[in-house]
């Protein structure tokens, strides 16, 4: 499992519906809050680099010092992006596919309104259960 | 490393710009921007200041195209340790700029710049210009001969001619003195040497190295000036000898550098002409660049020096020329490995340009979020040098960020953007993605960490503003994310950045509290505008619904119009607006003034101030008077909090409610406080119309409301006022309303004699009212009132009538903007009489209570009666003293009470008494003066004597009141039936009932009347025939001595004697007498029979075993009474036994008429009609 990673999904407003800190180092607010600035810094990349490829999985798209970001897009243009520092794109790209499914999963929830937060504790312990698996 | 670098830095000759002497800060910056304007000085211009002293070595100057370019260095720059290896990193002229006003004596100016000058060691041409001298300093400055240039004071159009003539002198001579140098250089050589040469320890071998290299490194420089002197292709040729050189001579940096100059030189000679094929060669080239730089990494003195910033700046350079955005790819991988590298750096300023470079390359590429990312890495930067002015930059690069954070300050906001929003939140149901759209980019936690940082710069840079700024964003838009000690934190942030700014500031972001509209209270009944309609009379109407329905479907057009401008404000009234406040921090919450904030310039808010709790939430009314006709718009709320001043816009919290209801921001304000929810409220056109009259109204003494008791009558007085400044011209009074009817009478005539009401007049106009009767439900309450105690209080419910007084000024129409005649307003005046109804005496039963007592047979009584037998007994009022009486008519005692039963659940006692008004006299008859008390929580009975409505002639009138027909003689006729009897009867109860009045007095002011209709309906509907009718013949017995010496001259005079004391003895003859009167119009026929009953009821007239003998006829006496007279018929009786006998006559009548059978309830035409008489007692004495 990797030392850092965050995770989020961010919708298509950009505005992020999931966040997630899965790495096993000690949680730090302030290493959270800069994994934050890079992941929403990483989106005008992904902007422009999303509609050069018909794969949802970008590979790694963007780096700050020693810290990678992943992404895969969704059809729906929902972005589910990590930040990481070990470079195992195999498990990053099923930990990728597991999620979009439960993503989906959620989607498909009559309740929940496209776009908004997903605070379904249920998707925050399968997360978190793939991340351990796969990262 | 330097800012702002680029390809073409390299041709850019530096120059110091340097203050001479004390200049102010603004005319400085106003002569350097002059100077910047002349950064470019063709080489065609400057032709005329040239002089070639001998042959120019830049030998393929293009002197027609080509030109120069300055790079101004305002304050100047120390000296490089890289100049050796760039030449347009040397400063190659210094330009003082001495302001004469302000450094009077010239010649100490002149020392000055000479001193500045000589940091330049580098400068080529030195000029010190000096502005807008005096004349003496001007006379001065023309014997002058050193190198200080007066600017005589001209307009700015001619100093800019003459700067610029000086610029192009100055590049003249800076041309001319790099030819010098460029020949000095080719003939003797120079030692050319960058901090990367080891200057320690020069082996032999570094020695003949180092020998081997100069050339190139010469080569390069000189291609360098050839650069600078605006000649790319003498550049050109220099630069391939330098690179040769330097590759034979493993020189890698020089190489580099040669490299970079080249490209320079190959862009310039195209002239910014550029086409892919010459993208491609400058990438390839630059590639090269930046790998040679890598190459000359030298890692023995990695610690001291680094060629890294090279390659950055390289690196940066080549993003710069690349950066389009259909390059993004290569500019985004060569800006990322710029980034790697600045970990390497070993100068923190280095890092800090690195940075800003990058974030500014991302920004014209059009990467915001990137850009603000470095931009916040800058920021960081600059707040770990602790001091001010590092505090200042790093709050205003934190700025820059906060559009792409969507954290800016309101004031930075775009007027487009507001727009936006505004329309969005006006249209109130908006599509669910719109509404995601206006939440877009809610990186809460990213945002907080920028507040805050832009916070902490803030407090450091010392702008008590903007840290007020940023606490209250942050505190307005994350206040759930933060604890409470934060909360506190921020609260306390915010008061020390109030202290130090000036009392009365404004900022344009809100702070605390939340403010929504909660509703504007549509006018106040009293003050109730009414359209009028000129045409009509009671111009009031139609403006109102008429009609039964509330809702009606062809009015649903006008109403919703009406709905959306129906406000209408009066100038100089005022009014209110409730708006709610939520404060849903942990920390008491002080608004020190909060008003509404109008920008049309017609409302003049009244400010109040408002206490907020910690957690919670309050409407407030706020109130304002308009002071002139318009319209009125209400934004928001300008608040006072925090010692800012601040506006407050609603339409933003709507914003804030939507996107919570959407579950997209964090929290609602006023939900957390526990407010309920509210629906959204349209803000109403508002406009203000010119100034009305008004009225106001006061129930005189009774200030809260008048508490009566059911059915009690009492007089107000309602004062009515005219506390506008127009006067009343027409005014009419209405009821409306629940218990209309409880209003007795209104004195219109009073208020239509004081028109027109002036301003500050004032009329009194009386009104009774009557008290209703309260319902079952309403005594329910009243009952659990009074059980809970609480009995002073009125109960709120809207059963009391209201007065609506429509009143208006003059008719004189106004002339509107649009030519449109309008007639003012008429307002409608409610005046609810606040009555308060109270359970008074309760009815509870009502009984007829009937009885006979059956009269003596004396001499006297009967005779008593019969002369009171006279038709007219209505006129013996005086016969009323006595309740038990004998019935006239029948000649019994007759007892016939209608008996109230009565109970007071009141605490207070009431007093009874009854009254008739009887038929044919005016005037209330009252029965008794004795009157009937009930003490509180008891019940008392009230006997009501019935007798006196009996009518004293049975006729068809009473009948047949408008039934002609019925009296005809031909008989029967069908109109004559059940029903109409029935209707009849209740006519008649009606009557009857409306004559019983029942009134009660209480206390010292309390009167009121009993409502006992329906009861007394209800009890007297069987027997009403009964009472009110007389039978149709009434029968009496009297003893006769005194007549039987009229009719047989048989005189007992002993009996006579006796009668008094025992009238009747046995064993004696008993003259008696029976009565038949006629009490019909008509003369009745029948046969009457006489019986005479003992104690025990049996006959004892007839029978084995009678015991009373008789003389005379006792059976079949046929007789005729004609109508209204009395026929006697005369027998004797002869009692054997002593005892009480019962006498009764009864008659058969024979060809009764119709009257008679109703009478008499006949079901069949042949049925017998009856009649029997009351029975008489007769007393027999024994004769011992």
Known sequence: MATTASFVIVSRNDIPIYEAEVGSAAKKEEAAQQHQFILHAALDIVQDLAWTTSAMFLKSVDRFNDLVVSVYVTAGHTRLMLLHDSRNDDGIKSFFQEVHELYIKTLLNPLYLPGSRITSSHFDTKVRALARKYL | ?1184
């Open chain 2, 1 to 1184: 490393m330097e800012p702002d670098v680029s390809i073409e830095t390299c041709s850019m000759i530096r120059v110091a710009v340097l203050p001479i002497g004390p200049v102010p800060h603004a005319l400085l910056r106003d002569y350097a921007a002059m100077l910047a304007r002349h950064s470019r000085i063709e080489l065609a211009s400057i032709s005329s200041f040239y002089t070639e002293h001998q042959k120019s070595p830049f030998a393929h100057q293009p002197w027609d195209s080509g030109l120069l370019q300055f790079k101004f260095l305002l304050g100047g720059s120390p000296p490089s340790p890289w100049e050796d290896f760039q030449s347009h990193r040397k400063v190659l002229a210094v330009i003082g700029i001495c302001h004469c006003p302000s450094s009077p004596d010239l010649d100490e100016a002149v020392d000055l710049f000479g001193s500045a000058c000589r940091g330049y060691a580098s400068a080529l041409v030195t000029r010190c210009f000096a502005f807008s001298p005096g004349d003496s300093q001007l006379e001065d400055g023309q014997n002058r001969e050193d190198n200080l240039v007066l600017f005589p004071p001209a307009d700015m159009q001619t100093q800019e001619l003459h700067l610029l003539t000086m610029m192009q002198d100055i590049a003249a001579s800076l041309l001319m003195e790099f030819e010098k140098w460029v020949l000095k250089a080719e003939s003797s050589g120079t030692l050319l040497k960058t901090p990367l040469d080891s200057q320690a320890s020069l082996s032999s071998e570094e020695v003949i190295k180092a020998k081997k290299r100069r050339l190139s490194r010469a080569q390069k420089t000189i291609g360098d000036y050839c650069l600078l002197a605006g000649s790319p292709v003498d550049a050109n040729a220099h630069y391939s000898t330098a690179l040769e050189l330097a590759r034979l001579t493993g020189d890698y940096f020089w190489y580099a550098g040669a490299l970079e100059g080249s490209v320079c030189a190959l862009l310039i000679d195209r002239m910014g002409q550029i086409d892919p094929v010459l993208e491609e060669e400058v990438k390839y080239r630059y590639n090269s660049v930046i790998m040679h730089y890598r190459k000359s990494f030298i890692q023995d003195n990695a610690q001291r020096v680094s060629p890294l910033s090279f390659e950055l700046e390289a690196t940066l350079k080549l993003a710069r020329f690349l950066c389009r955005r259909e390059l993004a790819k290569d500019v985004v991988d060569l800006l990322g490995t710029a980034a790697d590298g600045a970990k390497s750096l070993i100068d923190a300023s280095d890092r800090l340009i690195l940075y800003v470079e990058i974030a500014r390359l991302y920004g014209t590429l059009g990467y915001q979020r990137k850009a603000a990312f470095f931009s916040r890495q800058v920021a960081q930067l600059y707040m770990q040098q602790e001091n001010r002015l590092a505090a200042i930059s790093a709050m205003q690069v934190l700025a820059t960020t906060t559009k792409t954070y969507r954290v800016q300050s309101r004031a930075s906001m775009s007027k487009n953007s507001n727009d936006i929003i505004s329309s969005h939140a006006d249209s109130g149901k908006t599509h669910n993605q719109t509404v995601l759209s206006l939440f877009e980019s809610q990186w809460s936690t990213i945002q907080m960490v920028v507040l805050r940082e832009i916070l902490l710069s803030a407090v450091r840079a010392g702008d008590p503003l903007a840290a007020w700024s940023a606490a209250a964003r942050l505190l307005r838009s994350y206040y759930p994310l933060i604890t409470p000690a934060g909360q506190n934190g921020l609260a306390s942030a915010l008061a020390n950045s109030a202290e130090r700014l000036p009392s009365g500031i404004r900022c344009a972001d809100p702070a605390l509290p939340f403010i929504r509209l909660h509703s504007f209270p549509i006018h106040p009944l009293q003050v109730d505008l009414i359209k009028r309609n000129p045409a009509r009379d009671d111009w009031w109407a139609g403006s109102a619904p008429s009609g039964p329905f509330i809702y009606t479907p062809f009015s649903k057009g006008d109403t919703n119009d009406n709905s959306k401008q129906a406000m209408l404000w009066v100038v100089g009234e005022p009014v209110q607006v409730l708006v709610e406040l939520a404060n849903p921090c942990g920390f008491d919450l002080v608004v020190d003034s909060i008003y509404l904030s109008v920008h049309t310039g017609n409302f003049d808010a009244i400010p109040i101030s408002v206490k907020l709790p910690s957690n919670s939430s309050k409407v407030i009314s706020l109130s304002g008077i308009p002071t002139a006709v318009g319209s009125v718009k209400i934004p928001g709320c300008t608040v006072h909090c925090f010692g800012v001043i601040t506006e407050h816009l609603f339409k933003d919290v709507d914003c804030l409610l939507l996107g919570a209801a959407q579950g997209l921001v964090l929290s609602d304000p006023f939900r957390c406080c526990g407010s309920p929810k509210l629906k959204n409220l349209v803000v109403p056109n508002i406009s203000v119309i010119s100034p009305l009259p008004l009225l106001v109204s006061r129930v005189v003494g009774g200030d809260g409301g008048v508490i009566l008791y059911e059915g009690e009558i009492r007089d107000v007085r309602i004062s009515l006022a005219n506390a506008g400044t127009v006067p009343i011209e027409q005014a009419h009074i209405a009821l409306s309303g629940k218990n209309q009817d409880a209003v007795i009478s209104v004195s219109h005539e009073t208020l239509q004699s004081v028109l027109p009401l002036k301003p500050g007049a004032e009329v009194m106009i009386p009104a009774t009212i009557k008290a209703w009767q309260l319902g079952l439900t309403e005594h329910e309450i009243a009952g659990s009132k009074k059980a809970s105690g609480s009995m002073g209080r009125p109960p709120k419910d809207n059963s009391s009538p209201m007065l609506l007084i429509y009143y208006a000024g003059s008719l004189a129409s106004e002339q509107q903007s649009n030519n449109e005649k309008v007639v003012p307003y008429g307002r409608r005046l409610v005046v609810p009489l606040q009555i308060c109804v109270l359970q008074g005496l309760s009815f509870v039963n009502a009984r007829l209570l009937s009885m006979e007592i059956p009269a003596d047979i004396t001499e006297n009584h009967p005779k008593a009666a019969s002369s009171e037998v006279s038709n007219n007994e209505v006129s013996f009022p005086e016969r009323i003293d006595s309740l038990v009486k004998i019935d006239p008519n029948r000649g019994s005692w007759g007892l016939r009470f209608l008996e109230l039963e009565l109970s007071n659940p009141t605490d207070v006692g009431f007093e009874i008494s009854v009254s008739f008004e009887l038929e044919n006299s005016s005037s209330d008859d009252s029965l008794s003066n004795t009157k009937t008390r009930i003490d509180r929580d008891h019940s008392s009975r009230v006997l009501i004597p019935l007798e006196h409505f009996k009518l004293p002639v049975l006729d068809s009138s009473f009948f047949m009141k408008d039934n002609a027909q019925a009296n005809g003689p031909s008989g029967r006729s069908p109109s004559f039936s059940d029903k109409s009897t029935k209707a009849e009867l209740s006519a008649c109860i009606k009557n009857l009932i409306s004559r019983i009045k029942v009134r009660w007095h209480s206390g010292r002011n309390s009167a009121g009347e009993l409502d006992i209709k329906d009861a007394v309906k209800s009890a007297l509907q069987t027997s009403v025939m009964d009472v009110l009718l007389p039978d149709p013949l009434t029968f009496g017995f009297r003893l006769s001595r005194n007549a039987s010496k009229d009719e047989n001259g048989d005189s007992d005079t002993h009996n006579v004697s006796s009668s008094s004391t025992s009238p009747v003895v046995a064993h004696d003859m008993t003259r008696m007498e029976v009565l038949v009167r006629n009490n019909t119009r008509e003369t009745i026929k029948m046969s009457l029979n006489i019986t005479c009953r003992d104690v025990a009821g049996e006959n004892c007239v007839e029978g084995d075993k009678a015991t009373v003998l008789w003389d005379g006829v006792l059976n079949d006496i046929t007789m005729e009474v004609p109508s209204l007279q009395e026929t006697i018929h005369r027998f004797t009786l002869y009692f054997l036994v002593p005892g009480e006998y019962t006498l009764v006559a009864a008659a058969l009548i024979e060809d009764a008429n119709e009257i008679l059978r109703a009478r008499a309830k006949t079901t069949s035409p042949d049925e017998p009609i009856f009649c029997r008489g009351p029975p008489f007692r007769v007393r027999v004495m024994g004769t011992s």
